[in-house]
């Protein structure tokens, strides 16, 4: 998680975006700590042979509150607490309330996010930035891609909660960039959470939740849970029913550096089964600029690996990669693993954290098939993929 606070800017920069209709090696070093402090180092995660791409370093100056930087759409001032049970989900649709585009994907009866929303937003037609290509490119070496998800143990878990589920305030310490809630949180009985479980978490410990009926999705990350409190370094509040971008004020985190939906990039089983992904993939880097760049709102400069304030090479927040349409599939590749490629050469992957080169992010869940589901995407070089347009840089 990230340990300092991003630059501000007043200035609001917006993408009308159109909708279309459409790795490395075995290391189980740990892409960042995510726990300790900003230094971005590595810790091991046992018995696993994939690692954790997301250290949300942060760096940069520190902010404070600036004028008129309220979040749009979201829900974040709601302070009202609904009574009832909690209840830990599954990513499988159940049912909502309100109309839901089925060519969307679903979470508990509600869209991950709208039609016009970036994440879904094909790019298999945008122009290639051949310069910001040469500097990522450089920046992360000779590397295969890395799924940093594979079973029940690896990844990041979706809780989905009814509406009737009580709300909670957590303690942020990242309290001035974190939407006040409450928060819509399972039970800590049965929560799952990141890298463990509440009361004993190792790494980011990003705990996500979507609500059912309302529709409102519940991020936040470096959580634990103890003296009858949740406790997490910073939080954000999406509302599914709008546009994502714009949600979070201008130089605010969420439960990502980026200042990102986590839940949106995921890499969910159910639907890379049904035969395709429409959306794009959330990946990381070791070192970014004290720039980002739409969807992103936020900065990142980490303080490990050593000399990334200075790397020449670094590149913003909310950069989007694409993989080549004319790379071969790799051979023993199954439904769920061609659905993946397909979704990385249309909707392409956007730069959500800092991590270890080119891990891409998904659920947690023991339905993945490592043989054929995981393996054959560490064959894919991060040289098959192209910066596609880059908006201008902020702030």
Request: glycine share 14%; aromatic share 6%; hydrophobic share 35%.
């Amino acid at each position: 998680m990230m340990r300092g606070v991003g630059i501000w800017s007043c200035a609001v920069w917006l993408v009308l975006t159109a909708c279309s209709s459409s790795s490395g090696d075995d290391s189980s070093a740990k892409g960042g700590d995510g726990a300790s402090d900003n230094s971005g180092g590595t810790s091991a995660r046992g018995g696993s042979s994939s690692s954790s791409g997301g250290s949300h370093a942060q760096g940069g100056s520190t902010s404070s509150n600036g004028g008129g930087s309220t979040a749009q759409g979201g829900s974040g001032n709601d302070t009202s607490t609904n009574g009832g049970n909690s209840a830990a989900g599954s990513s499988n649709p159940t049912a909502g309330s309100g109309p839901v585009n089925a060519a969307l994907p679903v979470i508990g009866g509600c869209n991950v996010f709208t039609a016009d929303d970036a994440w879904n937003t094909s790019v298999a037609d945008q122009t290639v930035d051949d310069a910001w290509t040469t500097k990522l490119q450089a920046l992360v070496g000779k590397v295969n891609i890395h799924p940093d998800y594979g079973d029940a143990t690896i990844g990041i878990p979706i809780n989905v909660v009814p509406d009737t589920q009580t709300k909670v305030s957590p303690d942020f310490d990242e309290a001035e960039e974190s939407d006040k809630g409450p928060y819509a949180f399972p039970d800590p009985a049965t929560a799952k959470i990141e890298g463990g479980t509440p009361t004993n978490c190792d790494g980011d410990c990003h705990l996500l939740s979507v609500q059912q009926g309302s529709c409102i999705l519940y991020e936040a990350g470096n959580c634990s849970y103890g003296g009858g409190k949740w406790s997490c370094y910073s939080g954000a509040i999406f509302d599914l029913k709008k546009n994502s971008y714009g949600q979070r004020p201008i130089g605010w985190t969420s439960a990502d550096a980026a200042g990102l939906s986590i839940t949106a990039g995921l890499v969910r089983y159910d639907e890379a089964a049904a035969g395709a992904i429409h959306h794009a993939i959330r990946f990381t880097v070791p070192c970014t600029l004290d720039k980002y760049v739409n969807p992103a709102s936020h900065e990142a400069v980490p303080s490990t690996p050593p000399g990334c304030a200075g790397n020449a090479n670094a590149v913003p927040m909310g950069l989007r990669v694409r993989l080549d349409s004319d790379f071969a599939i790799p051979a023993g590749a199954s439904t769920v693993a061609k659905a993946v490629i397909t979704a990385m050469q249309t909707y392409g992957m956007i730069l959500a954290d800092n991590g270890s080169s080119f891990y891409f992010q998904g659920e947690s869940t023991g339905m993945w098939n490592d043989d054929g589901d995981i393996e054959p995407l560490k064959k894919i070089p991060a040289s098959a993929f192209k910066v596609v347009q880059v908006p201008p840089l902020m702030p």
